[in-house]
């Protein structure tokens, strides 16, 4: 019987700390810890690390305080265009939906397209229906539409027309969920899911729905989900990256993943954050950014949550 062990992201270059009220920063960790409860109940009463990881970001598409479902990003033209994926390292089973505007939990419409078998990713308006058919929660658009990213979207536009963009605070910009987890079995998932970034173009479609990129788990390996800036994480493949690193060089999980983050996008000069566990248990959380919502438990059972530089250890899951 396997390690278990589990591990989840908010977002990389999260807000500043006098953005949020220390209530506000509370309860986003709270949060992140709910995260790690929904997912670490499943894998110690026996279940899948695909379970697992689907249902800590049920939980983080659920919270105001992450950038996926409930309080996702504004495009430019005022709407929601959600991403999802899920990744199964047994087979490399892999689900995703890109563009939808109406299902509470993409991550769920991702589960749902890799269990039907007849496609990997599913997008827009044909993607909400498959969602409905399949007996998926589907809301208004305005579900998802919170205060902060209404003033967030002007803020970014603002930033656009006096070509400041590049200054804009992470409060301003973006930020993705994710989960990736062992289980007893000894097989390894990946889980994201993402509303994109403020003000980006209407039909967008960043790294997290892309297979390779901003998802992937493969058994004996590695589950990688990542967050940042998107485009790059597609031109590096990183979640294969991390894994084919580990597969073809033999480096442990922290020294791939860290080569890929702090090494590899370093020249580009882009955000960029990921977590990642192993076949043995071991969990890697590298970012660039000045900070990265996160949470890991080890297989001691003892749990961790932090945002900036400062971890938490939680002290019940």
Not at 11 to 23: I, Q
Not at 182 to 204: F, I, M, V
Not at 291 to 309: I, K, N, P, Q, Y
Request: glycine share 14%; hydrophobic share 45%; net charge negative.
């Amino acid at each position: 019987m396997s390690k278990i062990a589990l591990a989840i992201h908010g977002g990389c270059g999260v807000m500043a700390k006098l953005d949020l009220t220390e209530e506000e920063w509370q309860a986003a960790r709270a949060d992140l810890a709910r995260a790690l409860k929904a997912g670490w109940s499943i894998l110690t009463n026996g279940g899948s690390a695909l379970d697992a990881v689907e249902a800590a970001v049920v939980v983080m598409e659920d919270s105001p305080h992450f950038n996926a479902g409930y309080g996702a990003a504004l495009n430019t033209d005022g709407e929601h265009d959600l991403d999802a994926s899920i990744m199964d390292g047994r087979d490399l089973g892999a689900g995703a939906v890109t563009l939808v505007r109406r299902i509470r939990n993409p991550i769920k419409a991702a589960r749902k397209v890799m269990e039907a078998g007849d496609a990997v990713l599913l997008g827009g308006d044909a993607a909400d229906r498959f969602a409905a058919n399949a007996g998926l929660e589907i809301v208004e658009r305005t579900y998802f539409t919170t205060e902060r990213r209404r003033k967030a979207l002007a803020a970014m536009k603002a930033h656009a027309a006096a070509g400041t963009a590049a200054k804009a605070s992470e409060a301003e910009k973006h930020g993705t969920v994710g989960a990736v987890a062992l289980d007893a079995g000894g097989n390894l998932a990946a889980a994201t899911s993402t509303g994109g970034y403020n003000n980006k173009p209407a039909g967008r479609i960043g790294d997290t729905p892309i297979v390779g990129a901003g998802t992937y788990a493969r058994n004996g390996h590695c589950a990688v989900s990542g967050t940042g800036k998107g485009e790059f994480f597609i031109r590096y493949a990183v979640g294969h990256e991390v894994a084919s690193r580990m597969r073809y060089l033999g480096e442990g999980l922290d020294a791939a993943a860290s080569k890929v983050i702090h090494e590899d996008l370093k020249p580009h000069n882009i955000g960029a954050g990921l977590v990642a566990v192993g076949a043995d248990g071991s969990i890697s959380a590298p970012y660039n950014t000045d900070g990265m919502f996160r949470g890991w438990v080890l297989t001691d059972g003892r749990a961790f949550v932090g945002s900036h530089s400062e971890v938490f250890e939680v002290e019940t899951l």
